[in-house]
């Protein structure tokens, strides 16, 4: 690698085609043709296609950095990591590392499922280039953290899966990595392990091991990393801070859920449950919720500006945003539409700043398109970095109400006529610490009043913002909720 040495992984242009065969005997007629066109000093025809798994690709890690892959199945993440690893050749561009990898790639790739697990130990630890001795001294560390008892003895086809990524993660992490890749493994533990992993991982990166970590679950990624890279389709397309790319991964999930809606609505299949008497069935969308056929996220979204300033500079921030029609913050059905989400304080004037103990108000006005039933109109609130602090939705009341712990009118059952514009008030006492807060809104159609059978008719993210402050002098209390503590002695 080159000089810069805080620099852990660089990958430069990388890329990765297949040839893709119609037969397998094509692959033979391919070798057949190569060799004799070889000898003619001519080029032979080509009787496969070409796949680029992954194709431009570029980035740096810097030590010490976690750093995550995110993407939908098939976008490239694991060709990216086996380039990185070594395991695939590139066909075009350059993979450079600084150090020791341990990888963590396929559930319990590099054992012998015939041998015990501690035998496993021995035979993984010498491919990753330990002695006898090392692993000697390293054993009784990677059989605590295994924490699989007596199991350490015995064939490890006889092993669980969740026993497999133990053994396999106590492995990787005792060896000492400059460079820990992690691909979803961690999903298999159960909670407790997964803990024990992402603390043992966080150490990891406090003493200066890079770690790449990939994963389609949007939580953990955000936990983990600090900064990700989305691929799509072979492509990166976003690339930032790990809350910019994973807003970027929601859009591009928003778009696609918003195709597959549309190609439903095009199709004129019904939603199921609604009722079947209304002109509600087979409907099309109106034009101005048909999303278009083309993604929209294209490599302009790199470098997301979701600071608070900008948010609140946005056409259309601050306590109001309008929710007409879908875009690609938005997905659903169409038959019904967010219009309009903002935030008031106790005397309903508008309002985005907020002081703990304050009264909020979130009023989401809407539109039902078709004849509609069995809806429930719900708001999730995001921290700035993303996560997801809180959701509740009219169905949450309604079956508190069905559970007799609170008495009010049930949303539920309320049906709303075509064209019908309506609101739901959401009221609450403002527990959160000081900070800046995503509102994402929906209408979705309830088929059961438990969200089982769920339906999203529209969905809106970044639908309204507000800030939260803290006046130190009147009311304090550090972290990013209010746990509303006494004390006594
Ligand atoms: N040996 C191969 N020959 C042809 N195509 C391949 C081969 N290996 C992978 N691919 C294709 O390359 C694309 C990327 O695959 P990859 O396994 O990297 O995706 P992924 O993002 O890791 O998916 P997942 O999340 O489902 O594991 C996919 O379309 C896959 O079918």
Redesign the pocket.
């Known amino acids: 690698m080159s000089s810069d040495s805080n620099v852990s992984i660089r990958v430069e242009n990388l890329g ?1 085609c ?1 040839q ?1 065969y119609p037969r397998p005997a094509s692959r033979l007629k391919q070798a057949v043709a190569n060799r004799i066109h070889g000898v003619l000093g001519r080029s032979a025809p080509r009787y496969f296609s070409e ?1 680029w ?2 194709r431009d690709i570029g980035f740096e890690v810097p030590k010490g950095e976690p750093f995550g892959v995110i ?12 380039l990185i690893t070594g395991v695939l050749i590139p066909t075009q561009g350059t993979v450079e590392t600084r150090g020791r990898i341990a990888a963590l790639l396929e559930l319990g790739s590099g054992f012998n499922p015939e041998f015990s697990g501690r035998e496993n130990v021995y035979l993984n630890g010498m491919l990753l280039g330990l002695s006898r001795a090392e692993i000697d001294a390293k054993f009784d560390g990677i059989a605590a953290f295994a924490d699989i008892g007596e199991h350490l003895e015995r064939p490890i086809k006889t092993y669980s899966s969740g026993m497999l990524v133990r053994l396999a993660f106590a492995v990787q992490v005792q060896i000492d990595p400059d460079i820990l890749i992690i ?2 493994a961690l999903a298999v533990g159960d909670a407790l392990f997964q803990k024990r992993c992402f603390a043992r991982i966080n150490r990891l990166a406090d003493d200066g091991v890079t770690i790449l970590f ?1 994963s ?1 679950d949007q939580e953990t990624v955000r936990t983990v990393t600090r900064r990700s890279l989305l ?1 799509h389709e ?1 492509r990166a397309i976003a690339m930032g801070t790990s809350s910019e790319t994973l807003r970027a991964y929601r859009r591009l999930i928003n778009q696609e859920e918003s195709k597959y809606f549309a190609s439903l609505a095009e199709r004129e299949i019904v939603v199921e449950g609604i009722d079947p008497s209304t002109e509600g069935n087979n409907i099309k969308l109106p034009e101005s919720v048909m999303p278009s056929d083309e993604p929209q996220l294209v490599p302009e979204t790199l470098g997301l500006d979701v600071s608070a300033a900008a948010m609140m500079d946005a056409p259309g921030a601050g306590t109001t945003r309008d929710g007409a029609g879908i875009d690609d913050t938005s997905f659903g059905s169409g038959h019904a539409l967010v219009q309009r989400v903002s935030t008031t304080d106790e005397s309903g004037e508008p309002c985005a700043v907020f002081y703990p103990g304050e009264r909020i108000r979130v009023r989401i006005d809407f539109k039902a398109l078709v004849d509609l039933k069995n809806l429930n109109v719900s708001l999730r609130i995001r921290s700035r970095e993303g996560l997801k602090i809180y959701s509740w939705g009219t169905l949450n009341q309604d079956m508190q109400v069905a559970a007799g712990l609170q008495d009010a009118p049930v949303f539920w059952e309320r049906a709303f006529a075509k064209g019908e514009e309506s609101c739901a008030l959401f009221d609450f006492v403002c527990p959160l610490g000081p900070g800046f807060y995503e509102i994402q809104a929906a209408v979705s159609h309830e088929g059961q009043p438990d969200y089982s059978e769920q339906t999203i008719l529209h969905w809106k993210d970044e639908a309204a913002f507000f800030q939260v402050f803290m006046d130190q002098k009147t009311y304090h209390f550090g972290g990013s909720f209010d746990l509303r503590m006494s004390a006594s002695w």
């Open positions: 990765k297949y893709i796949f798994a992954l993407g939908r199945n098939g976008s490239g993440k694991s060709t990216l990591l086996q691909d979803e990939v389609h691929l072979g």
